[in-house]
Structure formats: C-alpha cells, structure tokens
C-alpha cells in the first residue's frame, strides 16, 4: 500500500491541509513498518458533549492486514493529541504482530 492510498474522513470537523499532511507524515512510518497492510482508513470526528458543550475529537483508525483487520481509536479535548494516540496504538499492534509471528517462525523452527 502506498501513502496515496490513505483514506481519511471528516465528521463534523473542517478539513484543513495541515491535518491531511500530519496524517500522511504519520501513517507513512507505519507503513515502512509493515508491508502487510493491505488498507488503511482514518476518521477524524468532532463530538459535542451534551452536558458541558466542549469538543472532543475522536480519531477512529481502520487497519486491515492480509485475514484480519484492527478497529481503533482515541478521544481528547485536542485533534492533533488523539491523531498522535491513534498512531501509537496502531504501531503497538503492528509490533505486536510481528513479535507474535517471530515467535511462531522460531517454534517452526524448533519442530
């Protein structure tokens, strides 16, 4: 997959160029980090608290691998804090998954 392919949504949230380009500056380490990422999905939604009337954004990541895909995402009082909670989950699972499949090449190996 290559970084052209990113698909990014907004909900209730103004699109801005900055926003798009951290996106892409962001989610193209996690690409270098994995080639099994077949698609790749980000939504950024603005969410208004009935009670106290303040914003909070949420960044919602698709990640899809070859047979599964991984459902995440992240709320602050602040767009560009949940897009950087967004990618760090996102690079804990991808490093998750390359540990769990080192470790089973290593109990192949063993066999």
């Known amino acids: 997959m290559k970084i052209d392919d990113l698909k990014i949504e907004f909900i209730h949230i103004n699109k801005k160029p900055i926003h798009i380009a951290i996106l892409k500056q962001k989610c193209q ?18 969410d208004t608290h009935s009670r106290s009337h303040k914003n909070e954004f949420i960044a919602k990541g698709h990640l899809n691998f070859k047979g599964k895909s991984s459902v995440l995402s992240s709320a602050s009082d602040d767009i560009l804090k949940s897009i950087d909670l967004l990618v760090y989950k996102m690079d804990r699972v991808l490093r998750r998954k390359s540990r769990i499949e080192k470790f089973k090449r290593h109990l192949n190996i063993f066999k």
């Open 29 to 46: 380490k996690l690409l270098d980090h994995s080639e099994s990422i077949i698609d790749l999905r980000v939504e950024l939604i603005r």
